[in-house]
């Protein structure tokens, strides 16, 4: 069991629409996760604990993920085939055994 | 939790306004919530404050950006609100710019509003749909759109 941390500036908005795309991605990938939204305010000390970020491509000078916690970044955060490509290349990347584990 | 067609008429619906730029843009989608009563005044605020702090992730697709403040920032009641633009502006996201399609939503806790924000992402990310929207002139065509989407839906579901 994965744990994601997807991040936006109020954990409201663009992190529940990453959430939206990454369910149907990771159960096709077959990857089970329990995935938390959080803002961008709260990131840096839930970071800490997740396996995985997701976040907008423009909440980088925000938000500066942990060196060592592979993170996700997407730029058109409602299309599909974006969210699963990326995802697909950084769980095969960091987290292979986890891909149809389920 | 009510729909999007539920949330979406006459009063939070404002189509083919022009606009100096994406400051006004965003007050004009946070106007239409105060209009139906959704949020305080100052929730118009909030909604400019938190593009001017965490810059303009909010645009979330090419051409779309969805302007929200906090709960506890002066929202009354989950709700959407839809500004199209006859020019479209920059919010400084190089990816995603110009916009001329925002959903400014309020919501009173952090998934009140998540039915909504999911019609809106299935609408938005259909491409034909979402040249529609940009297009439309009318009210009735996004609310046919909406009508459209529903029955979609219904068809996928076992109700």
Redesign the interface.
Known sequence: MLKILAI???????A??LR?GLEPALADLGVQANIT?TS?GQAGSMAQFADLIIL????L??VDPPDDIPSVVV??????EEVYERVEAVLKEHYPEELGSV | MRTLREMLNETTILLQTSVRDWRQAVRLGGKLLVNAGAAKPEYIDAMVR?VE??????????G?A?P????EEGALKTCFSLVTLKTPVEFG?P??DPVNVLFS?S?TD??A??EA??QM?TL??DEETFRKIQEAEQMEEILDLLEESKVSNRGRSTE
């Open positions: 936006c500036g109020n954990g409201m908005g663009s529940l629409v939206m939204c961008a907008p491509t423009n909440l000078p925000v730029t058109n955060l409602i299309n599909r | 938190c702090e965490l810059g303009p992730y909010i645009v979330i697709a090419p779309l969805i929200h403040a906090r709960p996201n990816d995603n939503f919501a952090k998934n509003h998540i924000l999911r992402c938005c990310s």
